[in-house]
């Protein structure tokens, strides 16, 4: 518990100003309803907040990329004993909900021991630790794993672009809006994931990020300083039966690379597939020889790969099968 912090996001009134205009270019009055008492002495309104954990004493904290998603705002750490520090953003993961965040304690700060998300166990009992809806400080909440390797489709609100999640921890323990970004922890008080998601009008379905990711994101920021993650530069559907039938393909698997809206492209161009000579209709069927399928679809062999790596792709093209060499570029 003494780990476990409070994120708090503050914006100036000019820029909440200035976002309802861009969001609103019709309206001529600004009506903001934000009562004067919600603003503080320098203009300053709390429009968010979350939970983190600080893995290393000098002040490095692990929460959610989506709990510090917003432009222009400040951000402030609240600890346990109620220090109050500015924090500045480390580095956000192009790919997991996973931010880092960096303060200067005074002193040494205490810290949560990261576990293995790797041989976790159905049934295995976990605690989630956070901020719950941003009112209840300190709130703690047990359960089990309930699943494991889940995928889902989240918003982080009614205004944000859904992010595909991969590879989740389900947990029945409760997890609330503002537990984001705090530790899911095993009886030993290791953390094994990022408190990240719930289902809307559900009952006891939470998500955590595998630990495993932030490690990841950890071990690059020391090497690079900042996170690596590799670029492939298509656009797809992952296909099964019924994606079949409907687009008429005479395969129930792989990844069909097509655009999402007319204004988009299949194949980003000088990107590692556009430089392979993969098209817009290929299907790719398998990578370094693994088929694609629904169970183990694109970005679960992106996790795992390396920026600089040359990867084998066997694709399918007017009925032909082929295959091409992808050498994979770095994600910006």
Not at 9 to 28: C, G, W
Not at 50 to 78: C, D, M, P, W
Not at 100 to 129: E, H, Y
Not at 195 to 212: E, K, L
Request: no cysteine; charged share 20%; proline share 6%.
């Amino acid at each position: 518990m003494p780990a476990v912090v409070s994120v708090i996001v503050t914006k100036h009134i000019s820029d909440l100003e200035a976002d309802f205009r861009a969001q609103n270019p019709r309206k001529k009055k600004i009506d903001l309803q934000i009562p004067p008492e919600k603003i503080d002495a320098r203009g300053m309104v709390e429009v968010g907040g979350g939970s983190g954990f600080v893995v290393r004493a000098n002040g490095v904290i692990l929460t959610n990329k989506h709990v510090i998603n917003e432009t222009n705002a400040q951000y402030t750490i609240i600890t346990n004993d109620s220090q109050s520090l500015s924090a500045t953003i480390l580095a956000r993961d192009p790919v997991n909900d996973v931010a880092i965040l960096k303060v200067t304690p005074l002193r040494p700060l205490p810290t949560v021991t990261l576990g293995n998300s790797s041989d976790l166990q159905l049934g295995q009992t976990v605690i989630a630790f956070g901020n719950a809806l941003g009112i209840f400080k300190n709130t703690v909440s047990s359960g089990i794993i309930s699943g494991l390797s889940r995928a889902v489709t989240a918003q982080a609100d009614s205004f944000a672009p859904p992010q595909e999640m991969r590879g989740l921890v389900q947990t029945d323990a409760a997890i609330n809006p503002g537990n984001s970004g705090g530790p899911l922890v095993d009886l030993f008080g290791r953390a094994i994931g990022i408190n990240a998601a719930v289902v809307s009008g559900a009952q006891n379905i939470g998500f955590a990020i595998p630990i495993s990711a932030a490690e990841r994101d950890l071990s690059d920021l020391d090497r690079y300083g900042h996170i690596k993650r590799p670029l492939l530069g298509l656009r797809y559907l992952t296909l099964n039966k019924n994606l079949q039938e409907k687009l008429k393909l005479p395969v129930a698997y792989g990844a069909f690379v097509t655009k999402e809206h007319p204004l988009d492209q299949a194949v980003i161009p000088e990107s590692p597939s556009g430089k392979a000579g993969i098209k817009e209709s290929d299907i790719v069927l398998s990578w370094n020889g693994v088929q694609i399928n629904e169970d183990k679809s694109i970005p679960d062999f992106l996790q795992n790969a390396n920026v600089g790596e040359t990867i084998t792709l066997i694709l399918l093209r007017n009925g032909k099968e082929m295959k091409v060499k992808v050498v994979l570029t770095e994600r910006k």
